[in-house]
């Protein structure tokens, strides 16, 4: 803009001086030609007046001669007010009334000289070094009888043309360096008033080309180009705004994708992956860096994959399957191919969510798992209280002894399911959490003291030692009745899986946090017993529901497999940890730390 308007103005001066020097020369020429030939009339006027009162045929010596034209030149010079000139007809000087005619050589060959003999008059103007001027000559011939007896010649300067010419051109380059001046301030307020507003529109509206919407006109004059920064100004508002929302929606939307737990990919037309969120790049193993822009079947994924992606593209419908993926950890995952349609075409990608179901589906297994469990555990005694009640009816119960001993299984048996159930509903009951915490401050010594006393019974019957230590001033911030049963399911583990005359202790320590916050303070128990241990590879089990080491020994004890299953629920509820430490026939030591304060 500005390097076109400098050019357009250049060539405009241009112009300008080109037809100022022109009108100049033209002018110049113009005056000097009237004038010189005004000059001529005149002169040859004088010329012509002069003749008449002039003789030319002087006679006498050389020397006489000269002198009678010399002062005869110099007279006529006075009243014509030019040089004057008196010539033999051969050209030979007779008196000049500026210079010593005998100084002068021949003017025969003199332009005016010969024109004159020529043509009755001759002109020239030339620069006389004589004189040092440009001067006009002017010749005529003097006849005396039909012959030509000599020339006589006016010279003029033409200095006052010659200046006058000079001061035309003084003018005419004044009047031009005024035009000049007049044009470069014209030129500049025109760029003030127009170009200048002009470019500023144009360079805000490349910056919203260029998508910088902060920008805008200043607008002080109400003329069209006031009009026009009014509306370039109004249109960057409305841009910024709607560039706002689509941005604020962008981000929404973007949000929502890398915050699902589903991975979505998008894949194009071309079945170019266009579009991969951060669950998706967790779930497929690879970084959108790797994915984006790749053709799906170039993708490096499992072929199932690849084969159901193709076939939605082929189908064009919708696609639901299941799938182990074994990359990048084996996980089963739900996968929905969805056809995307565009208005005013027909197919224009394909979007999949991705769901990893490995959860859903471990629990869903765990859960039938569960039940069969259940009813296997509960068939057990049910079967045995029904066998032993048959053949006690079938007659058994005419055999005393027999009938006794066989009541005592039934009881014991039916004793077990109970205690069965009970665990059964309490830990659905825990799992569900539907029986909140209550927690308030136990004082521990006391506590643990009441606990042993509950096992008292079961532990001299094998003639199992109990011990505790607790340090007198302990209190912590528990729900009491899930504590005891805490300790009272693992010290009882501990008495049934100790042989006769073992023992089995409890030790309770205050563990200050590291960090030197009181909050984050711990208590831990210790159960040791001296019983038969457990081997290193059950240990990772022994927390899992209806698991029994040794199925025969826990009959015998009557466990349920369930106890260390509800204990380490209720530690968890507790924000608790448990630890296991064993070694067969040595014996096992528990160790649970719990917050001392929720
Ligand atoms: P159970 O009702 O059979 O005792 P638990 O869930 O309480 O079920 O324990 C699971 C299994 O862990 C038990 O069957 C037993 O084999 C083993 N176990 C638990 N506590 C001890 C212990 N103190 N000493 C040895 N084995 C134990």
New binding site residues.
């Given amino acids: 803009m500005n390097m076109f308007r400098a050019r357009l103005t250049l060539i405009f001066m241009a112009l300008i001086g080109a037809s100022v020097l022109a009108v100049g020369i033209f002018m110049a020429s113009m005056l000097r030609n009237s004038y010189i030939e005004s000059l001529k009339l005149n002169m040859e006027r004088e010329l012509r007046i002069i003749m008449t009162t002039v003789n030319m045929q002087q006679t006498g010596t050389e020397e006489e001669k000269l002198e009678f034209y010399t002062k005869q030149a110099e007279l006529l010079k006075k009243s014509a007010d030019a040089r004057v000139t008196f010539l033999q007809a051969d050209g030979k000087v007779l008196g000049d009334s500026d210079r010593k005619a005998s100084e002068l050589e021949s003017h025969a060959n003199r332009e005016e000289i010969i024109e004159a003999a020529r043509d009755g008059i001759g002109y020239a103007t030339r620069y006389s070094d004589s004189v040092g001027k440009n001067l006009l000559y002017v010749a005529l011939p003097v006849p005396s009888g039909g012959e030509t007896v000599g020339f006589l010649r006016l010279s003029m300067s033409l200095t006052e043309i010659d200046n006058s010419i000079r001061n035309v051109w003084f003018v005419l380059l004044g009047g031009l360096a005024a035009v000049f001046a007049l044009a470069a301030l014209i030129s500049y307020r025109v760029a003030f008033n127009i170009t200048r507003p002009i470019e500023l529109i144009t360079s805000v509206a490349q910056q919203i080309t260029d998508m910088n919407y902060k920008y805008r006109v200043t607008v002080n004059k109400k003329d069209e180009i006031g009009q026009l920064g009014t509306a370039i100004n109004r249109m960057a508002d409305s841009l910024q705004l709607q560039m706002e929302r689509i941005l604020e929606d962008e981000s929404r939307l973007k949000s929502v994708l890398e915050n699902m737990i589903s991975g979505v990919v998008m894949i194009d037309r071309e079945g170019k992956i266009v579009l991969l969120n951060r669950s998706a790049e967790e779930i497929l193993g690879f970084s959108s860096m790797e994915l984006l822009g790749k053709r799906f079947d170039q993708a490096k994924q499992q072929y199932e994959f690849t084969q159901l992606i193709q076939e939605c593209i082929e189908s064009r419908e919708h696609i639901r399957d299941e799938m182990v993926f074994y990359f990048p950890s084996e996980r089963i995952l739900e996968i929905n191919l969805n056809p995307i349609s565009q208005q005013g075409q027909d197919w224009s990608g394909l979007l999949i969510v991705l769901h990893d179901i490995t959860a859903v589906r471990r629990l869903e297994r765990m859960r039938s798992e569960f039940v069969a469990n259940v009813s296997h555990e509960l068939k057990t005694p049910i079967a045995a209280v029904k066998g032993f009640a048959e053949t006690l009816l079938a007659g058994a119960l005419n055999d005393k002894e027999t009938a006794r001993s066989f009541l005592q299984i039934i009881f014991d048996e039916s004793e077990r399911l109970n205690r069965l159930i009970g665990d059964i509903l309490e830990l659905s009951k825990i799992e569900s959490k539907r029986i909140p915490l209550q927690f308030s401050p136990i004082h521990l010594a006391p506590f643990v003291h009441n606990c042993i006393n509950v096992l008292n019974a079961q532990a001299s019957a094998k003639d199992i030692k109990m011990t505790m230590e607790v340090p007198g001033d302990l209190y912590m911030e528990a729900d009491e009745d899930r504590l005891r049963q805490i300790l009272i399911?693992l010290l009882s583990?501990?008495i049934?899986?100790t042989p006769e005359g073992g023992q089995v202790s409890i030790s309770v320590q205050h563990v200050p946090s590291l960090t030197g916050l009181a909050e984050a303070d711990q208590v831990r128990f210790t159960i040791n017993?001296t019983?038969?241990?457990?081997p290193k590879k059950?240990i990772p089990r022994?927390f899992e529901r209806f698991?029994?080491?040794?199925k025969a020994?826990?009959r015998v004890?009557g466990?349920?497999?369930?106890?260390?299953?509800i204990v380490k629920h209720l530690i968890d509820l507790h924000k608790g940890s448990i630890r296991v430490e064993?070694e067969v026939g040595v014996g096992?030591t528990?160790k649970i730390d719990m917050p001392l304060i929720h």
């Fill in positions: 399911n583990n501990g049934n899986y017993d019983g038969i241990g457990i059950d022994i698991y029994r080491v040794d020994r826990s004890s466990g349920t497999g369930l106890g260390l299953s064993s096992t528990f």
